[in-house]
């Protein structure tokens, strides 16, 4: 029988005070981890990056983000690993949907309701303006 998997999206802000040589292990680190429990779709380091709000009195850290896909069992253990690394600062791991059509499909959607308020609009306006008459 064969695994069920699922999609998930992570995020991980490194803590860039260890050095740069310590940031690429920690990434390597956590790559690895997931490739060895699952599958990795796309692996996108963004870099260096100021954070919104200072975490431990520091204001930058090292953002990586992973699309991968693993059995649900894996993601309670992922976290519990983010969390007990010092070098981690903030992470999160969501379940991801099928991005691609999504858009697609609420453009589709918006549109005619769109429309139909545009052929509403001057239908109150109209009535408004008749009770006003009279």
Request: hydrophobic share 40%.
């Given at each position: ?26 990434i ?17 380091e ?5 954070l ?34 010092d ?6 791991v ?41």
């Amino acid at each position: 029988m064969a695994k069920a998997y699922t999609n998930y999206e992570t995020i991980f802000v490194c803590d860039i005070t260890r050095g740069e040589e310590a940031v690429k292990a920690l990434i390597d680190k956590f790559v690895t981890l997931i490739k060895s429990n699952g599958e990795v779709t796309e692996v996108n380091e963004w870099g260096k990056r100021r954070l919104a709000y200072p975490i431990n009195d520091m204001t930058e850290g090292y953002y990586t983000f992973v699309t991968f896909s693993a059995p649900q069992a894996f993601v309670a253990e992922l976290e519990r690993r983010y969390h007990i690394n010092d070098g981690i600062m903030r992470s999160i791991v969501v379940k991801a949907d099928d991005k691609a059509s999504m858009p697609q499909r609420a453009v589709a959607e918006a549109a005619p309701v769109a429309e139909e308020a545009k052929e509403e609009a001057p239908a109150v306006e109209e009535t408004a303006a008749e009770e006003a008459a009279e």
